[in-house]
């Protein structure tokens, strides 16, 4: 066992950061040796079960005690982290204990960090960017790397009103929004744009999927209030938090697909949903203008508008076959642009780029 990268997940909640480590894995485990620290994933399972000489999961003092030494060939080993307590420990790792090893940060936060993020990120050998945005803010940056989709977990069904009837749920389409809920989601503007569209449109049921926290509780009985009282309690339905094998079917199930937060650093919820085929209208915020073609793979609207949001959605619900066409506009957009094999190459460059400099 020498894995040559090793790569941090040290935050016991499941977040956006754990799921892209969890897609990304089992795609980077192909060409490094991988070395995983952290919360256990599904992903850190598959790529255990299709590399196991290739893929460690390891304690942190496994980690720490492998990286006092360079690898065989004479080479650093890269320790790949996310948030600031792992940067923490690997300068201290490196600078005050001077193990032989490079570290490699991924940033994908839009706005200037303060002092003390900033001083880590400056000690990074690599950092990689998530977006153009989040690079203007990171001067070290050594190269963008768009988020991707998993093309193998996430398929458009045959028919999207068939693959509807197995949800159960009244209607012949389906809308959803997924992730938390919480009001940085904008879960209250899409029901308030549900409330105002669907009694024109029957076919059509929404769908909200993610957990609310003890802290957004008032804020989904709000919610589930003004459902009540427009008498959609039916075709507005909060799935709750889901199982991470029943993520892929729900996408399969809507034929639209909203993200409407008012703020987002990526959000890699549309990739998902058009590699499922869906329609995705989206707000302008994290990269979901590099994501969304509208009139080709979707709408854009401004954030934190429930009026514009149900134009946007009215306009694609009146059309069955603008949304279908754009499902498959969709699809071939993510393969052509954000699949998670593109990812796992970017941050592959990055990793050689590190290595290569002395």
């Known amino acids: 066992m020498n894995p040559n990268v090793i790569i941090t997940n040290m935050k016991k909640r499941y ?40 893929f460690h999961p390891l304690s942190v003092w496994q980690a720490i005690w492998l990286s006092r030494k360079k690898l065989s060939d004479g080479r650093p080993r890269i320790w790949h982290v996310r948030r600031d307590p792992e940067m923490m420990l690997g300068i201290f790792l490196r600078d005050v204990l001077r193990f032989p090893m490079k570290l490699v940060f991924t940033s994908a ?21 998530t977006t153009p945005e989040a690079a203007s803010f990171v001067p070290n940056t050594t190269k963008v790397v768009f988020h991707g989709a998993n093309l193998e977990r996430f398929t458009p069904p045959d028919d999207k009103s068939i693959a509807w009837q197995r949800s159960g749920l009244t209607g012949k389409y389906g809308i959803g929004l997924f992730g938390r809920i919480r009001p940085a989601k904008g879960t209250d503007i899409f029901v308030d744009a549900m409330i ?38 039916d075709r507005i339905v909060f799935l709750g938090n889901l199982a991470a094998d029943q993520i892929p079917l729900w996408y399969q199930n809507v034929a639209i697909m909203v993200a409407c937060p008012r703020y987002e650093p990526f959000g890699i919820t549309p990739l998902e949903a058009m590699a499922s085929g869906c329609a995705v209208v989206a707000s302008r915020t994290g990269a979901f203008e590099y994501i969304v073609e509208p009139g080709k793979t979707g709408e854009l609207i401004p954030t934190d508008d429930s009026d514009a949001l149900a134009d946007a959605v009215k306009k694609l619900m009146s059309d069955v076959s603008t949304i279908e066409h754009m499902g498959r506009a969709g699809r071939a957009r993510v393969t052509a642009e954000f699949s998670i094999e593109k990812e796992a190459q970017g941050i592959s460059d990055v990793y050689h780029a590190v290595l290569n400099v002395n």
């Open 15 to 54: 977040t956006g950061v754990s799921g892209t480590i969890n897609a990304l894995m089992p795609v980077q485990a192909n060409e490094w040796d991988i070395g995983f620290v952290g919360e256990a994933l599904p992903g850190s399972q598959l790529a255990q079960a299709r590399y196991p000489d290739k």
């Open 109 to 129: 936060a839009k706005h200037r960090h303060s002092w003390f993020p900033r001083w880590l990120i400056s000690k990074m050998n690599g950092v990689i960017a």
């Open 196 to 233: 105002k569209v669907l009694p024109d449109f029957p076919e059509f049921t929404a769908i909200i999927t993610g957990q609310a926290l003890a802290a957004e509780e008032n804020y989904k009985q709000s919610m589930d209030e003004k459902i009540r009282a427009a008498g959609l309690a």
